[in-house]
Structure formats: structure tokens, C-alpha cells
């Protein structure tokens, strides 16, 4: 049973009980994002959030100590850029992106945000006397529409 | 003469009167990520724009038409994810990255914004009663220090 | 149980039944295009559409839960051209690859649409005041025929 | 000198006289589509052609020979998919992307043909008793607009 | 069960009774090279042939439906050449590629047709006034030994 | 200068002097295919081939040597497929690609050979006592036709 | 049973014990890294090695056979580097990288050693008087957090 | 003049003047690998540093302005692992190959570091009470001899 | 059961009974080499070939068949060299890969032919007045050796 | 001018003056192969040997400089086989394809080792008690005959 299991057990869990990621991630005492990457396998739990999520979700006995195996990272493959500045954007797409996807659907429903109605913007903030960059991505909705 | 010859002729003018881009869109009246975005070939600049900036850099007279055409966007090359959503996210970083380069370096110097001491957040908002989505990512700036 | 699962059983169940995916459409009161891409993992359906299939095909129990869910989309990978413009129109072609071959074949049983005795037209219209592009493909239809 | 030469001067002397496609296809009595997918080298003109665009953009006299030739087509690569009635349609984005990207342009300006808003339709028809399909691509036109 | 499958049961069958695919095809008036692409799954049998071969083989009840259907066409993966005249080329190795190598087996045994003792010729015909191409490949057959 | 040089002065000559590949092969008494893969880099001409072609084509001097060199067969890029009875048919295409769609070109104009409108024969023979493989291609030639 | 099931066997047993590699080494007298590489599959043991794992984490009684075994090494694809010097240094990463991973974490927690604060140092040296080259990497080790 | 010409400029000159990158680092007062790495344009010089650089080995003018310009890092292609402890390694050498394959000749003459005669060791160390890891490769040198 | 599943027989039927390659060739009368890359699938066995082996190694009943079927050959993927004369040594490589790393390994235990300390030679001989070449490569044996 | 601007030197002066590189490799006192690989860039000289080839074809001044510079080796890309043993094999390809064919040809003119008619055997031998291993390639060599 590795992360991957895990993952699929999960959505099916969830999916059973009605729950969605921002509820689980209240019951434990996480951040939504943050949590949503991890139960994609793509951070480690510490050992109170692994035994509350199995419990939750009613898990089989040994997703906790899976849950806690810091992970083999990364949901894409294909050539990366190689300049480093520009890599660590590019892997924050390749870590973060099942819990996008899932939480842009889950705020918006089915569609898009759109790349066209779009703006982006970066500015630096030291909090704590530490720089630090923030970038923004700012994009319309276009939602998926059933013919008639 | 393409948009490529162009970048290189307003990265050389621009070098040689220290001429930040920040100043460039300040002078011209637009955003400076989108401006940053246009002159390295990913935004056609209207009429009065490509004049200004062609009249500001002392470009080639051939340039302002070049800056008017809508150009062929995307900056890299390798496979892209299928999925329609997780696409538009990595369509961005295709587009801005050469801008979002330069003006993160402008910010904090030689050094990369962190995918490990980093957060995303997103959030639905409704300006006008349209729905848009906002993703914001914030992530510590590691400097590159010459080795003593 | 996800969508290729599904789409699986919808083709047994379809073939069993000696149903077309236009009689699907007819019965649930929807597109057939749409509806093929839909059946095929490429759109979601609303509870009432994916209930109405659900019993029409006598699919399993949790068929309908997975219809409804918003799908990881796309068919072909590769390299994709990286013009955002051009990117849409390869893009159609992902996401509804295996509707058009079927429905294509349902018309005119097996063989190709030509791209050699073919054209392309397009122009713009504008209903409801906003601004469309429409584009038509027309080619003709050599069909396999069993050699003699 | 071959197509991709001819076609740099045909761009740079269509900028000059401030002539559209639509115009040069006029000017010679053909299609405007299949004009100007010929003037991105993926057909060949006949003589009469050759010699009226090589007269009308003042082209150099080796012009017309070359866009007389038949020419090696297609523009752009990687995997492409395997079946054979797919394969038709990515043949034909293949073939006349550049066209498209430029008439859809000339006729909405900067933006894309949105994959979201969007749906197509197929059918058949008997034009002179022989089959033909015909594939109707139609999607909104999502501007880009400068930020502000 | 799909053409896969059935490919799989086909050859099993063929081997047990000790048949080859020139008898087959003779057992049901078909050419052997189309059948044994179709046998492949490269192309759908008509009713009567989709019965006639699950009878001689005793393939399972199902196999005759799916060896009716159009099927998914295309044996090997890569970049293909983008030129159309030279892609109708490759594609029919695509196609026939298991069909030639099963023949050439049967009709000499372990070894390959040589590319270097090798020629090609070309030809126009016009059977019924209808312009066609022929392609003859003719080339030396080096056998393989075992070493002693 | 290398062989590719070659090719491009032999072209420009045979265009400028209107001879075809056909009457070339007769002059120096060589087989039109041959020739034809010859002339495009494919295989070296003995000494006095060389001569006379460089002669009639008016080649600059140097020419002759080159033409006389075993050039770097092989004339398209990507995955092969590793059985050896099918890489050598690949092998043939790959070979001599752009001297079948000359010549295909040259025999009946602009289009393709059809894949569809197609069938393929092989038979073994046995020249002086040696077995060999013939495989012929049939297929039709559907015209590119300029849209009206 | 291969070595990546032998594989999957130990990391069981090690977690359902509570041995850390270097626990195992140490119990066979082993180098820890060069252990931890072994038993990814990257080098065989030797007998009295191969029983002693097998003992200590009970492993099924063929297990020993496939320890000794000389295995196929590499664990990750992708082009290579073709200059052989710099090959070395990526072969190395591709042998050794299951376990760095491994032993970076048990040292360190969740987090990656910095290549942006991170220098690197080489140096000859001449040990019972054959040259070797010693290569120092040394990075920070900025730690996952989870967000609040 | 990009960084790639300045280091066509730097290796001529350097070889010109036969100075080692030891004796460059050593004049201008930096540590040698990193000032290799630099000079292969993977890090920035400041000011000081660029105008000794240039005086030293007599670039021409503008060289300084791009020796002090944050460089396009990363030396080459292809698909990179995903987890991202992984990469970071990967990334080094991505970054310091041109800089490790110069100084490893320097020091051993033409040869490599053997990956089979090998070690590779790890060790947390918290310099300033902030953990790092230090990685050490240590390998023979098997050297190229000339045959005889 | 193919070829993969009767070579997975075979290995593991060896290591149970002890067996070495070159003990099988000799029971059976064949080459070693020849007969290792034929057991790895890559050659057929005639009809008493066949039959000892299934008998030495006491396969299962249908194995023999298998064993006596034209494989399809080559072993390992990706890009390969177009020139003939350099595909065939290449071929080489991709048909005798396992026989050549098996049997490196029996002779001189773990480690790797070096390609450093190395040479090639080629040389023409000419038995039964037909020319061959041989190309010998000779190459020294680092070992793996465990670290202390 | 680096090693493949020499080797165009080399090449041109070489066909000019009618030398073989075994009259080069015995004017200098180097093994033929060795020397093909060499002056192909794979190896570099030493100071006297680079003098003498520079002399001997008349090579710009420069070019004994460029000769003896450890060169960046290896010559065709593409995917590689992970396992190291296998690796070795590959390499030796990949270094000495240019010296193989280039003496394939001076031997036995155009046409290809075949590796149809073809024996591998490997052999271990210990000269001065060091072991080593032998791999000899035999294979005739159809010859390519000009079509009549």
C-alpha cells in the first residue's frame, strides 16, 4: 500500500460521506490547500493528522503510517526548463496541481480560469525582515455549458 | 525583422540607458508585467504604445510595426498536461515566464523564489458579478551567495 | 470505479443493447455530440442525465456518482504546439477525438474524412451581440473496402 | 531560395502595401483560406497564380517558380495519434494552423477561439451523390486586453 | 474483450490446429494480407467473415461482434513525418506492419528482406481511368543461422 | 561542401535547365529511382556517373568528389521499431523518402498515394536459385485541388 | 520475485519493525549508503549478507537467491549527457538516488538539500598512490512546513 | 553579445594567455569552482569582479555589462525527475557540469571519475546552528591512454 | 505464453537447478552466446532444440512451441542512429544486450567491459572468398567492489 | 574553431592530398582506429602528435591548439540503456561511430556489416594478471550494387 493507494481510497471515502476537502482539512486543524496536496500524495502528515484523517475517513489500518512516509513528490512528467528562477514555478505546477484542479472546480464548478481574461502580478513583501515574493494570478471563469 | 530581433534590440537599448522596465511601462502608462510580457514578444503593444516605446529606446523605425502584430506566444517547448484546467496554469508560466524573470531579479536580486518555504492560496471573487478565480503564491526568496 | 471503468461498461452495455449514442442523446434529451465526448470521460452530466443513463444502460450502482464528477479531461499526449491561438484548435481535437471518430463512422461506416479532397472555411458571426468564430471542415469520404 | 524564404518576403511586402490575404486572394481570383495556407508553403500556386502574387507584392523573379513547386507540407511536429481516421483531422491543423491563425486574427483581432465556449457539429451530406462529411467547429472569442 | 484480446485467441487457435493465415483466408474467401492485417485488428470483417472465422477457430460466443467493429488502427508510436505524401507511406507500414512480418515469415523463414540487396521501382496505372500509384519493393532474403 | 550542398545546387540546376530526374537517369544510363536517392545524398555514383552528372547539371568542380563519397544515409529522425523484419521495410522509407515523392509527384502531380483506396502484395520468387521478397504497393491517387 | 518485489518486501518489513537502513547495515557490517543502494536493487550481496537480511526481516526464502543476484542497475530514464566525464557524475545520480533520497530524509526530516545555498568543492587526491577526484557538495536544508 | 559569447571570448583569450580558471579565481579574489561555473555563464560576477575579469584577459567592453547580468542557468536538456529532493541533485549538476568537467581534467589530465571504483558518502552538519548536508563522491580515475 | 513469460521460466527453472548458459548450450549443442540471447527470446530454436531444453529444464508443456516461433526481436527503445552502416552495430547492441550482460557477469563477476581502459580494432577476412568484417573490443574489468 | 571545425579541415585537406587515415595514423605513430576517433574529436592528441597532423594537412596555425584540448565527446543523443554493464556498450558506440564507419568503408567500400549473417563471442583473457574481456563482432558484408 503506497500514497497512491491512499489517494484512491480517499476520494472514494469522501466521496461516500459528502465530504469535501475544506471540511477535512477543518476537522484536523489544516490549511485546505495544503492538506488537499497532501492527501495527493504530495506531503507527509504529521502522526495526530494521519491518525484523524484515518480515522474520518475510516482508512484501513496501515493508510496512517503511509500517510506519515514523507513522499516521492511530483505529478508530471516531460522536459522542465532548465533556469533555475524559472524551475521552482514550474514545480510549484508539478506539486500543487491535483489540489487546483480540485479546488477550482470545487469554488467554481466545471470550467476554466481562463488564461486570455487574465492578469498577473508580483510585488515583494519582508515580513519578518525575510524577502519574500508574492505572485498573483488574477483570470475570468469561462464555465463548461452542456449544447443545446 | 521579428519579434525575437525586436527583444534584442530593447534589451540592448535598455541596458545601455538604464532603463528599468517598471520605467518603460511607467513612461508608456501600462502595467509593467504586461508590458514586460509584450516586449519580450508575447503581447502585441496598439499603436500609440509602439511608438512611444520605439520614440523611448530609439529603436529601428521597422520596430513599432513588429511591437503592433499579434505575435506567436509561448515560451517552451516539451509535453504539456492534457487536462483543460491544470493546461491554462501551465499556459500562464509558458506565456509570463521570461517576465516574471526579469522583474522577480528585479525585485530581490540573484536568487530564486522557494517552492519549499511557499504557500498557494486561492480564492473565488466576484467583481461585477462575474466570477473570477485568484491563486496566490508566496514563497521565501534564497539569495545565491558567491562561495568564500 | 472511474471514467474509463465507465466508458467501458457504457460500450458493452451500448453493444448489448444495439443502442447508438444518438438514441442515448435523444432518450436523456441532450446533444450527441456533446453526449458522446460526455460518455467518453470528457464532460460531466447533472444528476438527472447521469441517472437516466445509469438505468437506461443498466450500468452499476456508482456508475452515476462518476458521471457526475468533473473528469481529468483529454485524449493524446505529445508535444502541443505552444501559439495559444493554435493550442485551442488542438485542443478540440483532444478532448473530442473519440466522438468524432465515432460518430464519424456511425455516418458513414468505415473509412477516413479526407484531408486531401477537403476544405476549410471560417468566419466570424456575431449572435447576441458577442463576437464567435465558426470553422468548417469539409472533406470527402474514401471508404476501406476489402480487397478482392 | 525555397517556400519559407518566399514566404518572408510575401510577409514583409503584405506589411509594406498594407494588403490582407483576403485581398491578394481576391486579387487572383482564389479561395482566401486556401490562398493563404499556399502563401505559408503548403500549396503549390499554378502559373497564372504565381506569376500575378509574384507581380502584385513585387516579389524577386525566382519567386514564381518556387510557389509553382509542390511542397514538402506540414508545420508542426511531434507524436502524432495512430489511428487513421484521427490522424486525418490533426493532419489537417497540421496543414493550415498558420492560416487559421492568421484569419482568425484578421477577422476578431488579438484573442483566441475559445475550446470552453464552444461545440461542434457533425454531419453528412451527398453533394453529387458522393458522401462527404462536414465538421462545424464554433467558439467565442475570449479578446486580450491589456491590463490596466 | 476487444481486438487485443481477440488477436490473442486467434493466433492460440491457429497454433493449436496448426493452420496458416493464407488457409484461413482461403477458408473464407478473403485475401490473405487483408485478413491477416484485419486478424490483427486492423480492420473489421463483415458478418458472414466474422462468423465463418469464430467458427473455424471456436473462438468464444463474443468474438464475432468485435471482429465486426471499426476498429482503433495503428501499430507503433513515434514522430511521424509531417509531409502528406510521405506520411500515406509510413502509415501503411503502420498498418500492415504485423501482417508483413507474419508473411514474409511464412514464405522464407527466419531472416529479414534486405534494404541493401534491394531495389524499388514506381509506377503510374490507370485501371477504369482512374490514376494509380504501384510501389515494388523487391529485395534479397539473408537468413539467420544458429552459429556453430 | 557536403552532400546536402550538392543536393540543393543539383536542384537548382535541374529547375533552371527543366530536366527531371527521369532524363538525367538516361543520360548517365542509371535507374530513376536510384538516381534519384542518389542525387538527393542517398547512395554514391562511381567516377564517371559523378562526371557526367556534374557536366551535364554544370556543377561547380568540386561537386564530382563529393557525389563519389558513401554519404550518411538516412533521412528522418525519431523512435524505430526494434524487430528486424520491420525495420527493415522502416529503413527502405527512411532511405528513400524524398526520391518516392518526387517521383510520385513527377508521374501524377500534386496529391498523395492513398493509404485507404490501397492494398499491398507479397509473393516470394527465386532469381537465379536465391529466394527473395517482393512487396507491392497499390493504392489510388486522390489530387489536391484548389477550392472554389 | 525480481528485485524491485524484494524491494517492495524490505521497505514492509523495515517499517513494520522500526529498523532504519543504517540499523540494517550496521547489523550486517555494511556501509550504510552502499547498503541502502543494495537493497533499491543497485548492487548484489553477497551470500552471508544476503542470509543475514533475510533473517532479520524474515523475508520469503527465495529472497536471498535474488540479493546475491547482479542486478539491472539505473533507476531513472531520460536522455543523457553524451561527454563521458560528465556521464560519470549522472550515472551516479542514477544508481545512487533511491538512497540519497532515503538517507537525506532520515538525517534531515522533510526537505531538500539547497542547490541555491550550496557550494561545491573538488579535489585530487592520492591514496596508495593512484589518483582520485573527490567532489564535496554542500547545501542547506530548508524544511517542508505545513502552512497555518 | 550574450553570455555564450563571452565565453567563446573567455576560453580563447585564457587559452591564448594559458592561465588556468585557478589562477583567474586566485587574481580576482574568488573561490575557483564557483568562478569556473561563473565564467560558463551560470552565475553572475559583481562589479569588481567583472571589470577584473575583463581587464585581465582583455575582453572586449561590453563584456562586463554581461558578466554582471543574472544569467539563463542550466546546462541541459531532457526530462528531470520529479521528486524534488531528487532534482535539487540533479540540478547541481545541471548547473556545475561545464565547471566540474573543466576543473576534473585540470587536476587529472583526460580521463574520468570512475562511477564503478566509487563512493559516496553523507553527513548532516549544522554549521551556525542551521543543518546542512554535505555529500561526498569520491571515485578512481581510470585515464585514457593511446593504444598502441 | 510468449517469449517474456518462457525466458522468466527459464531463468528461474536455471537458478533452481544450478545451471549455467554455457551448461545449457553444451547439453543442447549450440553456441553460448547464440543460445543465451535465443533463451532471452531473440532467436528461435528448432524443433530438438526446443524439445531438450523444455526437457533440461523441465518447462511446462507448451513452452517447446514457443520456443520454435519466429520471436520479435530487439530489446531496448528510443531514438536511433539513420545511417545503415552504424544502425547495424547499433542493432547489435539492441539484439545481444542481455546475452552479452549475462555472460560479461558469468566470466568476471560484477562490474562493467570499461570504455576508458579500451580499444576497438577492425580488420576485413575473407573465408569461402566472401568478404566479412570483425570489429574485436577490448576492454578492462573494474569490479564492484562493496565499501568499507 | 573547436574540434568540429577542425575536423572539417581535416576531412577537406584529407580528400585534396588523397591520404587514408591509416597513412595519417602510420605517418604519426598512432593505432589507425585511435587516430580516426581522434581526428574525428573524440580523442585528444599530445603536443608532438597534434604538430605532426597539422603539418602533414596543412592545418591553420590554430588547429594543433583545438587538437590537443580534451575534447567533449560522444556523438549521437537519444534515450540510453540505465543498466552500467550494458552502458559501456553503448558507449563505445556512441564514441567511435564515426572512426567504425569511416574504416567500414575504406575496407571493404559501400555497403554494411551485416547483423544478419553475424556471430558475437566474448572471451576473458588476463594479461599481466589483469582481467579483461573480448567481444568479437563477425559479419559479412552485402555490398550496395547500383540497380540495373
Redesign the interface.
Known sequence: MDHRDITAHILAAK?RRGLSFTEIADHIG??R??LTAALHGH??L?RVQAAAVTALLELPAEAA?VLEK?P??????????????????????????PA??T???K??????????????????HDPDA???????????????????
Request: charged letters at 20%.
Open positions: 466521496r489544516a490549511d490547500v495544503w506531503h507527509p504529521n503510517a514523507i516521492t513528490r511530483g505529478s508530471f512528467d516531460g522536459a522542465s526548463p532548465a533556469d533555475l528562477t524559472v524551475y521552482r514555478l514550474y514545480e510549484v505546477l508539478q506539486l500543487y496541481r487546483l484542479k479546488l477550482i472546480h469554488a467554481l464548478g466545471d470550467g476554466i480560469m481562463s488564461a486570455i481574461t487574465f492578469n498577473v502580478a508580483l510585488e515583494r525575510r524577502p519574500r515574493m508574492r505572485i498573483t494570478l488574477d483570470g475570468g471563469f469561462p464555465a463548461y455549458l452542456p449544447w443545446e
